[in-house]
């Protein structure tokens, strides 16, 4: 492999991009990170001119993100914002192919799209490669997300990359679950990559915010005129939080990851539990209770370090039986319970669920009522 020539700087590795990237450069008596700049208004005669357009904490959150998802990040209010910006690319009754076990939130935006006449919409199962690929002939957009919200389904990111290639259309990955510590959607050659930064990238349950990637200098100025335009712009403080979060991802994730392989290893030997959706890496672990949906409803109920809460990707674990949700997909299990597991002693995390489980046999809430 030829050595770096001597002006370019050394390739930096993902934990090291995270700490590093977005960070002002260093000069006596700067801040050594990027402060809150609290401001709607700056002095005519620059480029940011307003709030709205652009702000110096946003800026060092997208450049950090960007490095690590390997293109230009732009953020958003939230996640959904960062959504429903892609979803406006669609021009009239444009056709979006997207996984039927999609992020609900993205489901039910493209269905309310479709009933007032916006656009087509077409789910298919993401795992079935060969159908995905043939639905997205026509397709103007094909959505992805992988692994999928709450199936934990994998897709062929490249195949199903291709696919919408083929057709003409943009491929989207949204890459909150996998984040861009075990996934970089951009170099399998998708063209946006959307992020929730309220899950991982923030990490710590305590702000809203999401974000689109880009390589395409073109799409990131249609993307940002869109978000200028309609206001999807995040807050200073979010942003500010985001980028502290965002230095700890990759710590974070590998402990995350490592507490979660070991839960599903646990689950899977455990009587009360029929069925363990697992993807073989990323922290979400999604048990199905042969107990159904009181098995579920009783072990939110049980837990004690566990806290019954929906989101996801915070240090703190949480779990939640999806099929709580009117909007969640009927072919999600009653029984499913998603468990977010956080960066806590994993014996702690398996004692507490273990209990909870032993309940669950013992009590047999399936042959009660
Ligand atoms: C939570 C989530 C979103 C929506 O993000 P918000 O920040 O809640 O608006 C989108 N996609 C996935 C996969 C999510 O988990």
Same mark, same amino acid.
């Given at each position: ?14 934990? +090291?991009?995270?700490? +590093? ?8 008596? #700067? ?9 709607? *208004? ?136 996998? *984040? ?17 930064? +309220? ?36 807050? *200073? ?64 109920? #049980? ?23 009117? *909007? ?38 399936? +042959?009660?009522?």
């Amino acid at each position: 492999m030829p050595a770096d020539s001597p002006a370019d700087p050394p390739l930096l590795r993902p934990a +090291t991009l995270a700490v +590093t990237a977005g960070r002002p450069s260093p000069e006596p008596d #700067q801040p050594f990170n990027e402060p809150l700049t609290m401001a709607s *208004t700056y002095v005519a005669g620059g480029d940011r001119e307003y709030g709205r357009y652009g702000n110096p904490t946003w800026t060092a959150f997208e450049e950090a993100l960007g490095a690590l998802e390997g293109g230009r990040a732009l953020s958003f209010a939230t996640g959904m914002a960062a959504v429903s910006t892609v979803l406006d690319l669609v021009g009239h009754e444009g056709l979006v192919v997207a996984p039927r076990h999609a992020y609900q939130g993205s489901i039910v935006a493209l269905g309310d799209l479709e009933a007032r006449g916006r656009i087509r919409a077409r789910l298919v199962d993401v795992t079935d490669t060969p159908a995905f690929a043939a639905a997205c002939a026509d397709a103007a957009l094909v959505w992805l997300e992988s692994p999928t919200n709450p199936a934990l389904e994998v897709a062929d990111l490249p195949a199903l990359i291709a696919a919408a290639h083929d057709a003409g259309a943009h491929a989207v990955v949204d890459n909150t679950f996998a *984040t861009p510590v075990l996934q970089r959607p951009l170099e399998l050659g998708a063209d946006i990559v959307v992020h929730s930064a +309220t899950k991982y990238l923030g990490g710590h349950s305590d702000l809203l915010l999401g974000a689109l990637v880009t390589r395409d200098d073109e799409l990131h100025g249609v993307l940002k005129g869109r978000r200028d335009l309609v206001g999807a712009t995040p807050g *200073t403080l979010e942003a500010w939080l985001a980028l502290r979060g965002l230095r700890t991802l990759p710590l974070r994730m590998e402990r995350a990851c490592v507490n979660a392989a070991e839960l599903a290893r646990r689950l899977e030997g455990h009587p009360a539990v029929a069925e363990v959706r697992y993807p073989g890496f990323g922290a979400i672990v999604a048990p199905v209770l042969a107990g159904g949906e009181l098995a579920g409803d009783l072990l939110s109920r #049980q837990t004690r370090l566990w806290v019954h809460a929906t989101s996801l990707g915070g240090v703190e674990s949480t779990l939640e039986r999806r099929r709580r949700w009117r *909007t969640e997909a009927a072919t999600i299990p009653q029984g499913l319970v998603r468990l977010s597991v956080g960066i806590e002693d994993v014996e702690d995390l398996w004692a507490d669920l273990e209990q909870s489980l032993d309940r669950l046999v013992t009590e047999r809430p399936d +042959t009660a009522g």
